[in-house]
């Protein structure tokens, strides 16, 4: 999508702030014996609350309001039976509409203590998506933010999973450019346009380099080789004057 009018604007923040404070709520909500399938209604409870649909719902029919992925579980897990425990690392991905736009956000969240190492690690796919992020204005190639991205991780001994994506986003979950790669890659001439809205969401890993899926399912995703992993991400849209991040509770 690209915004023209400050209607299109305005839509697409009001269901950004809705995922956002989704997420939010439900990461502070979790606690050692919840079960994903418990986490996940409180989830469709407040995106209702708020008239909007899940997104991966809708245009997928995927068997969840939202994604929920616990500790080996990198991307896409399905709510279920799965009961929390301390110190598991959950990632929470939460995209909705509302009125005809679509946002999409996610975050990796600890619950309780947990191994420095990865606490760390989550500071840094924190950082990642940001450093991804500052890389996204009018004319900017959009192959600057795998290039910057790729560069923190390699800087400091990380890999990234190299075959799920960023995305066009904002009058559906997924819309051209369909794939953004948050890796370094060659010959990719394209470049952002004023307006344009997509995904920054690098998968940070410590030894981790694609996707896969497993038995147990047909959508769960798994690192190979084993590792963990972490996501962040924002919904953006480019400026001349830089990017404007909508997925921010409010």
């Known amino acids: 999508m690209t915004i023209t009018h400050q209607d299109e604007l305005d839509g697409l923040k009001k269901i ?12 502070a909500a ?12 409180m989830g469709r409870e407040l995106l209702e609350q708020e008239g909007a649909v899940s997104a991966p719902q809708v245009t997928y029919d995927f068997p969840g309001t939202t ?5 080996e579980e990198i991307a896409h897990g ?15 991905d939460v995209s909705a509409s509302l009125n005809g ?3 999409d956000t996610g975050a990796s969240f600890c619950l309780g203590s947990i191994q420095p190492s990865l606490d760390q690690l989550c500071r840094d796919g924190k950082r990642a998506m940001q450093i991804g992020i500052a890389q996204v204005g009018h004319n900017k ?19 990234l ?9 904002g009058r559906a979950l997924h819309e051209p450019p369909e794939e953004v790669p948050t890796w370094p890659t060659k010959g990719d001439k394209r ?20 996707a896969i899926s497993g038995t147990r399912d047909d959508w769960t995703l798994y690192s190979e080789p084993a590792a963990p992993v972490v996501q962040y991400e924002h919904t953006v849209i480019a400026t001349r004057g830089g990017p404007i991040i909508v997925t921010v509770p409010g």
């Open 161 to 169: 999973i190299r075959n799920l994506a960023s995305h066009g986003v």
């Open 101 to 103: 736009y679509f946002a």
């Open 67 to 71: 994604c929920i992925s616990v500790n």
């Open 191 to 210: 470049r952002i346009h004023n307006g344009l809205v997509l995904t920054v969401e690098p998968f940070l890993s410590r030894g981790g380099r694609r």
């Open 78 to 92: 399905i709510p279920g039976e799965r009961r929390l425990c301390t110190g598991d690392l959950v990632n929470i």
């Open 16 to 27: 950004g702030r809705i995922v956002a404070n989704t997420m939010q709520s439900m990461a």
């Open 141 to 159: 190639p959009l192959a600057g933010i795998g290039r910057a991205i790729g560069a923190f991780a390699s800087k400091r001994g990380y890999t």
């Open 30 to 41: 979790m606690e050692p014996g919840m079960t994903t399938r418990e986490l996940d209604h």
